[in-house]
């Protein structure tokens, strides 16, 4: 993080984000050669390289192009697709909280709400360093608040409602319909095989 005269500049942890490129790459390569050894059609591997082969860049142009610029008048977050520049004064409240992934990890976000108590910005917290996160509300100057330890995003939004989607609140049902679209896809791809071999 960087201050230059009344400008907060907070950058993600380039550390982090670089352990998550060589993680992508690494599992990338590991998947297709995987199908590449196995049984499977070779056009397996060409879908998962493609993924991965788009992902990681995409990944590295957020690592570089992500960014927070506080201002006297304004707070600014700068995204790979694009710029959202709000008034600082609407800034009224911060929320920090550690949302349980589904894994069993905790990700930190910190919420910025407006004087309603309505979402004006989230930040994940996962690409920023917590002592970056903790100057950026310092430099607000806004209560913050949120649950003490952990929490499940379920739980976090019966005392914030709102501010976490209804995708995050239920991983487990997405994840299962994105299980289910899956094997549908190759119990297809299958029938197919054995439709034109026979």
Excluded at 103 to 115: K, N, Q, V
Aim: glycine share 10%; aromatic share 6%; charged share 15%.
């Amino acid at each position: 993080m960087s201050g230059v005269q009344d400008e907060l500049v907070v950058r993600p942890d380039f550390r982090a984000g670089l352990v998550v490129l060589v993680v992508l790459a690494v599992a990338g390569a590991v998947i297709v050669a995987a199908i590449l050894i196995g049984d499977a059609p070779a056009v397996f591997a060409l879908i998962v390289g493609g993924l991965f082969t788009g992902l990681i860049p995409l990944a590295a142009g957020a690592l570089l192009s992500s960014r927070i610029t506080l201002t006297a008048h304004e707070i600014v977050v700068q995204g790979l697709f694009g710029r959202k520049r709000r008034p600082r004064s609407h800034v009224a409240e911060a929320v920090r909280a550690s949302i349980i992934a589904p894994r069993g990890g905790a990700g930190e976000s910190l919420f910025l709400l407006d004087a309603q108590r309505a979402l004006f910005f989230r930040v994940q917290g996962g690409l920023y360093e917590r002592d970056d996160l903790t100057r950026l509300v310092d430099a607000l100057g806004v209560p913050c608040g949120g649950p003490d330890g952990p929490v499940s995003a379920k739980k976090f939004a019966e005392t914030y409602p709102g501010l976490v989607s209804w995708v995050e609140q239920h991983p487990y049902r997405i994840a299962f319909a994105v299980a289910g679209v899956v094997c549908a896809a190759a119990t297809a791809v299958a029938l197919v095989s054995l439709a034109t071999a026979s």
